[in-house]
């Protein structure tokens, strides 16, 4: 295929601004070179400040912002809030010590956010490879969302990205939201 054939195709697809946020450690940068790459990615550094990933999902053509989620970095995501169509929060499901934290996070930066009300919110408990995660039933309840935010279109997966597990289906459940927003 030549590249006006490439442009072309490319011109035709649907965009998507997917904000990818999240406490650090919590396997952000990992979904997007999972998501890019297909595969898992041992050598993933830690995100200083942001990483911008674009790739093909259904008929999507994805921008993932994967912006850091140490405290000192956090003031970087409202520059992305804007014109975002997507966002998905990873929770490190393992740590239970800083789920409350999440919850707190989770709660002003997103549900709270009035720039972002009214798109569609994946949660990802991330890391249920690993011994005593907390699976979403329990963490839906931990985090409160069973209480509040009723109004708010959301979904919580099961996921461990180290072996792909729940990603597919996760991003499935986007796209879906997706399209019934461009529609």
Not at 91 to 118: C, M, Q, W
Request: a neutral charge.
């Amino acid at each position: 295929m030549s590249l006006l054939g490439i442009r072309k195709r490319l011109k035709n697809l649907d965009k998507a601004k997917i904000l990818i946020l999240g406490l650090d450690s919590a396997g952000k940068t990992t979904l997007t070179k999972y998501m890019r790459f297909g595969i898992y990615n041992s050598q993933t550094l830690p995100t200083i400040g942001q990483n911008i990933d674009t790739f093909k999902l259904d008929d999507w053509l994805v921008t993932a912002i994967d912006v850091a989620g140490q405290k000192n970095f956090r003031f970087l995501w409202e520059a992305h809030y804007h014109g975002t169509s997507a966002i998905i929060f990873i929770i490190d499901a393992s740590d239970y010590e800083r789920i409350p934290e999440a919850k707190e996070i989770l709660r002003t930066h997103v549900f709270n956010n009035p720039i972002l009300e009214g798109i569609p919110i994946v949660i990802i408990a991330n890391k249920q490879d690993l011994p005593g995660a907390i699976d979403a039933p329990l963490l839906i309840q931990l985090l409160g969302l069973h209480k509040q935010f009723l109004d708010r279109t959301y979904a919580i997966f099961n996921c461990s990205v180290l072996y792909g597990h729940g990603v597919v289906e996760s991003f499935t459940w986007l796209v879906n939201e997706l399209e019934k927003k461009a529609n």
